[in-house]
C-alpha cells in the first residue's frame, strides 16, 4: 500500500492514525500540492487533487479519508478494530464521524482562513460561536464515554483528534474537563505520538508560509 498525504492536511492526519493503530504496513508518499511538479504528478493520480489517497496493492485508488479507514479496517485483521462489528455501535461511530469531518473540520477550516484574511469581525464571531457549541456537545458527549464512541478507540477518534489538536490554537480546551481528558488520554497512544511528532516537523518546515490544508 502507498499512501499519498501531506502531514499538515488534518484528514491526511487522520488516516495516519488509523494506519497505526491498524499496525499497517505502508509506503509514505508527502505531495506538495503548493509545488507545481509535485501537483502535477499527483493529478494523474487523483484529477481532482484531493489528500489524502490510498494505493493499494493491486492499484486500486481510495479517496476519502473514512472510506480508506473502512477499506484497513475491512482487510487488516489486526491491531485496532475501527468500526465495531454491532451494527448499531457503527452507526454511532460514523455518525460521530460525519459530525466530526462536515462540522468541527469546516469550523476549524474557516477559522484558520479567516485569521490570515480581512474578514468582518461578525463573521468569525459566528464561528467561534459555532465552534464552543460543537465543543460543548462533544464534551457532553465524552462525560458518557471513555472513547468518542464508547470504551474503544474508533474511526470518530481518528478525526476528532487532529481537529482538537488544531483547537487549541483557538480556544482554552482546558475549559471543557472532558474533552481536555480526553484529549491526554489520545496523547499517550503511541499512534498519536508517531503523527504529531511528523507533523511538528513539517510545521517547522514551512513556519515561514504555513497555509491552512484541510
Known sequence: MELFYHPLSRYSQK?????????????????????????????????????????????????EASIIIEYLDQQLNQGTQLISLQP???????????????????????????????????????????????????DSQLSQQHWLCGDRFSLAD????????????????YQYQEINRYLHQAMARGAFTQVFDEVSVAKDKASAGYRPIR
Open 88 to 138: 448499531q455501535q457503527a452507526l454511532e461511530i460514523r455518525r460521530f464521524d460525519r459530525l466530526v469531518d462536515h462540522d468541527f473540520n469546516d469550523i476549524l477550516y474557516q477559522i484558520e482562513c479567516a485569521k490570515q484574511a480581512t474578514l468582518d469581525e461578525i463573521k468569525l464571531l459566528s464561528l467561534n460561536k459555532r465552534l464552543a457549541l460543537l465543543l460543548d456537545q462533544l
Open 15 to 63: 488516516v495516519l492514525l488509523a494506519l497505526y493503530e491498524k499496525q499497517a504496513n505502508f509506503y509514505a508518499r508527502i505531495v506538495h500540492l503548493d509545488d507545481p511538479l509535485s501537483r502535477q504528478q499527483f493529478l494523474t493520480l487523483s484529477p481532482l487533487g484531493k489528500l489524502p489517497l490510498l494505493q493499494t496493492a493491486e492499484g486500486t485508488h481510495i479517496h
Open 158 to 173: 481518528c478525526g476528532l483528534i487532529p481537529c482538537l489538536v488544531e483547537a487549541k490554537h483557538h480556544v482554552k480546551l
